[in-house]
């Protein structure tokens, strides 16, 4: 493996996050609930960790995306945890056209107490005005145009796609508040910046790949060798060796020599890509310690 120097220390918090973050509390009185997106397979690392200075005391819906990709049995102790805590939380597969309906139901159900209160004065109901938060690519853009019924936003496996806050109707009287990705200012715990950096939520381009790579290789290894075996082969804790072994099986093993390069990013990509699926990387049982 190379000599570039290793940094989970990573800090990307450029001038779109504050401004979003400055718009957002400019708006937030119009606002009547808010959806917080996680991604199921980080739903600690994925929490933005000031989101209640920010959306203050809405009514919230935490969503977490990307079900089919997560360990369901691991993500399932999250949502009791969080439940447990009062939120009101949904396990969603962004594929699966019926799951929308639960985010449907849900902000019916929390906005009930409003539309009967304009009910009893004679009004119509009133538009819902939903916000839609969450750090990059946990898959905002894929449930809002869900949810609208038509592509009305970008949708990439990389962050800072969405750099504007824009309203967009759906087809269920509600009005969505799409908003750009939001990093808190410095990712100053290790594993949660590791995690978010495999799951695509950090610009590539400011990354370690290979840290990156031996992160993912390490969490796969320890907590779920029936995956990294079945996908690579893999059956040694040596990251060497398992740098070596994902070569060979790649086409990045020449002259005994391991591309280091190739493997981190395919690696890298078959994670990011949805090619690695029931992988959870944030252990409850070990995280749960730390909270």
Known sequence: M???????????????????????????????????????RIPYSSKIKDIDTIVKDKPKILIMTKKDLCNLDMTKKWQTYYENLGYNVILL????????????????????DMQNKRKDKGLNPKEVR????????????????????????????RPGVTTNLTYLKTKSNIVILDTPGILWPKLDEEEVALNIASTGGIKKDILNIDEIC???????????PNIIKDKYGIIDGDIMEMYETIAKRIGAYKNGEVNYDKVSEKVYN????????GVTFDIYESRFTKI
């Not at 989970?8 to 718009?23: E, F, Q, V």
């Not at 938060?133 to 809002?144: C, E, M, Q």
């Open 2 to 40: 190379d000599n570039r120097q290793s940094s989970t220390n990573i800090n990307w918090y450029p001038g779109h996050m504050a401004k979003t973050k400055r718009l957002i509390k400019e708006e937030l009185p119009n606002i009547d609930v808010v959806y917080e997106i996680i991604d199921a």
């Open 93 to 112: 597969d962004l594929k699966q056209e019926n799951d929308y309906d639960k985010v449907i139901k849900m902000t019916q159900k929390l906005t009930l």
């Open 130 to 157: 939903a916000l839609v938060i969450g750090i990059p690519n946990v898959g905002k853009s894929t449930l809002i145009n869900r949810l609208t019924g038509k592509k009305v936003t970008n949708v990439e496996n």
């Open 214 to 224: 031996v992160h993912i290789l390490n969490t796969l290894y320890n907590y779920y």
């Open 270 to 277: 078959d994670v990011v890509g949805g090619f690695i699926k």
